[in-house]
């Protein structure tokens, strides 16, 4: 319950509360908590001596000061702005500090320190593996037995909403001689990517179950793919510039502590895995989510299905020594479910092109073209039956420069 004027299906009620980067008329953006359609401003809450969060929130443009406090610290200020949106008392001292969300402005929520991209759903694996190599098996030896994955740009994370179509080299029916244009073979990666915060600067040594200790939240992903550019490059390093151009993630950053009730078991892994990668407690989230393509629903990818959890991509990109630090980003890769409707590419919508979609005006695609738009939403299971909104990332795409 809230003294707010709130539905009691809203999805972002004070059972959610995800964590924003946002600025209303002042020149430098704060950070902010939304509740229902409205922002709350943390910055002049911790100022005006409200929630006391060692002043990580206050005249802070991100969150990663708050990533810094740690999960001790996450749960208490969680805890006292539960207090503040539920208990009558303190209505008058923070209604002025809620801001309409049609009046503000989203920035990227947090400085991003490294980014990485996994590849954990089965079924996006192989069908990827039947359309490039559809003479081997569609599994590499290597999939079964670690999470793979690369590492990003994270200077190219943004939440912008126009994505510039991207150059590069790309293969010709002259296999010696590549030609050099804008990208004819753009696509999505709908994924689910997972915010990072360590208190006191860096962590090593981690391992999968201190998952919930080092992860904050979690965003939406859209991991912007050029697969012409990337069949040509990615033998025998993998992706890179078919990649980096652009990677979009939702302005909202949902706690981790939102999805308790979203939990559930993961998919049994054979063979066994190896120690580092083993979970006493296997589980993964009901993450549902709806790609729109044009304004057409084309794909529900169902994120619990993925066959490497986030706790297993955590402890894997860390085993070797790499060091977490607050502000890392990982996504889960595709998120692709067994039939056609539930994959997260299109390249798989398409079957690498060879099955076009017909959207509602009829017309039809096989990848994207300038001036598409493709939009992402989630949700998930909340308590008490509620549901937990994610709210989206969008995309259009603009000619190339």
Same mark, same amino acid.
């Given at each position: 319950?809230?003294?707010?004027?709130?539905? #009691?299906?809203?999805?972002?009620?004070?059972?959610?509360? #995800?964590?924003?980067?946002?600025?209303?008329?002042?020149?430098?953006?704060?950070?902010?908590?939304?509740?229902?359609?409205?922002?709350?401003?943390?910055?002049?809450?911790?100022?005006?001596?409200?929630?006391?969060?060692?002043?990580?929130?206050? @005249?802070?443009?991100?969150?990663?000061?708050?990533?810094?406090?740690?999960?001790?610290?996450?749960?208490?200020? *969680?805890?006292?702005?539960?207090?503040?949106?539920?208990?009558?008392?303190?209505?008058?001292?923070? @209604?002025?500090?809620?801001?309409?969300? @049609?009046?503000?402005?989203?920035?990227?929520?947090?400085?991003?320190?490294?980014?990485?991209?996994?590849?954990?759903?089965?079924?996006?694996?192989?069908?990827?593996?039947?359309?490039?190599?559809?003479?081997?098996?569609?599994?590499?030896?290597?999939?079964?037995?670690?999470?793979?994955?690369?590492?990003?740009?994270?200077?190219?994370?943004?939440?912008?909403?126009?994505?510039?179509?991207?150059?590069?080299?790309?293969?010709?029916?002259?296999?010696?001689?590549?030609?050099?244009?804008?990208?004819?073979?753009?696509?999505?990666?709908?994924?689910?990517?997972?915010?990072?915060?360590?208190?006191?600067?860096?962590?090593?040594?981690?391992?999968?179950?201190?998952?919930?200790? *080092?992860?904050?939240?979690?965003?939406?992903?859209?991991?912007?793919?050029?697969?012409?550019?990337?069949?040509? @490059?990615?033998?025998?390093?993998?992706?890179?510039?078919?990649?980096?151009?652009?990677?979009?993630?939702?302005?909202?950053?949902?706690?981790?502590?939102?999805?308790?009730?979203?939990?559930?078991?993961?998919?049994?892994?054979?063979?066994?895995?190896?120690?580092?990668?083993?979970?006493?407690?296997?589980?993964?989230?009901?993450?549902?989510?709806?790609?729109?393509?044009?304004?057409?629903?084309?794909?529900?990818?169902?994120?619990?299905?993925?066959?490497?959890?986030?706790?297993?991509?955590?402890?894997?990109?860390?085993?070797?020594?790499?060091?977490?630090?607050?502000?890392?980003?990982?996504?889960?890769?595709?998120?692709?479910?067994?039939?056609?409707?539930?994959?997260?590419?299109?390249?798989?919508?398409?079957?690498?092109? $060879?099955?076009?979609?017909?959207?509602?005006?009829?017309? $039809?695609?096989?990848?994207?073209?300038?001036?598409?738009?493709?939009?992402?939403?989630?949700?998930?299971?909340?308590?008490?039956?509620?549901?937990?909104?994610?709210?989206?990332?969008?995309?259009?795409?603009?000619?190339?420069?």
């Amino acid at each position: 319950m809230t003294w707010l004027d709130l539905a #009691p299906d809203d999805p972002f009620g004070v059972h959610n509360l #995800p964590y924003c980067s946002f600025a209303t008329g002042r020149a430098h953006h704060v950070v902010g908590v939304r509740v229902g359609d409205r922002v709350l401003d943390l910055s002049a809450l911790e100022s005006a001596g409200h929630v006391d969060a060692a002043g990580a929130l206050e @005249e802070s443009p991100t969150l990663n000061h708050l990533l810094d406090l740690g999960p001790d610290g996450w749960a208490e200020v *969680r805890q006292r702005l539960r207090d503040l949106l539920t208990q009558e008392r303190h209505r008058s001292e923070i @209604e002025d500090l809620l801001f309409n969300i @049609e009046d503000v402005s989203l920035a990227l929520p947090f400085d991003v320190g490294d980014y990485v991209d996994f590849y954990s759903s089965e079924h996006h694996a192989s069908n990827v593996g039947r359309i490039f190599r559809p003479d081997q098996p569609p599994l590499l030896p290597n999939w079964r037995h670690l999470p793979v994955g690369y590492h990003g740009r994270s200077g190219t994370v943004t939440i912008g909403e126009m994505i510039d179509r991207p150059c590069g080299q790309h293969k010709t029916a002259d296999a010696d001689r590549p030609a050099f244009g804008p990208s004819t073979r753009l696509d999505i990666e709908a994924e689910v990517g997972f915010v990072v915060g360590v208190k006191g600067g860096r962590a090593d040594g981690v391992t999968v179950a201190d998952f919930p200790r *080092r992860v904050f939240g979690v965003v939406l992903v859209n991991d912007w793919s050029a697969r012409d550019i990337q069949a040509w @490059e990615y033998q025998p390093l993998g992706p890179f510039l078919g990649k980096s151009f652009a990677t979009s993630i939702s302005p909202w950053v949902v706690p981790l502590a939102a999805l308790e009730a979203a939990r559930v078991p993961a998919p049994v892994q054979d063979p066994p895995v190896l120690d580092y990668l083993r979970e006493a407690e296997r589980y993964t989230f009901d993450i549902g989510l709806e790609v729109r393509w044009n304004g057409n629903v084309v794909s529900r990818p169902p994120f619990r299905g993925l066959y490497w959890t986030p706790a297993q991509q955590l402890a894997h990109m860390t085993v070797n020594g790499a060091s977490l630090r607050s502000g890392d980003l990982y996504a889960s890769g595709t998120v692709s479910g067994p039939e056609r409707n539930q994959v997260g590419s299109f390249l798989e919508l398409t079957w690498g092109g $060879t099955q076009p979609v017909t959207l509602d005006d009829g017309s $039809t695609r096989t990848f994207l073209e300038d001036g598409d738009t493709v939009i992402i939403t989630a949700t998930a299971p909340g308590p008490d039956g509620k549901v937990v909104g994610f709210g989206h990332v969008s995309g259009t795409i603009r000619p190339a420069r």
